[in-house]
């Protein structure tokens, strides 16, 4: 692997480790505000599917996290 090449991947990896963080601060947050809005019904569905909608979009990073690792151990593997 050139050098280039580990530089583009490392920064997709901090990106990628960026991003889910990113996804669990939203959640987390969602998860704070959902306990004050019991009374609420429409605002409370409104949070539990931004919750959902994060929690999707955290589990697809995570694969991609999970292949650029895999795929990273591979390439090492390979030299």
């Not at 997709?12 to 809005?37: M, P, Y």
């Not at 650029?68 to 390979?78: L, M, Q």
Request: hydrophobic residues 30%.
């Amino acid at each position: 692997m050139s050098d280039h090449e580990k530089q583009s991947q490392d920064e997709q990896l901090r990106q990628l480790s960026h991003d889910v963080r990113e996804c669990l601060h939203a959640i987390g947050l969602g998860t704070e505000l959902l306990k004050n809005l019991r009374e609420d019904e429409a605002r409370f569905a409104e949070i539990c599917e931004a919750i959902d909608n994060e929690r999707k979009t955290a589990q697809r990073l995570m694969h991609e996290l999970i292949h650029a690792a895999t795929h990273d151990n591979s390439n090492r593997r390979a030299q």
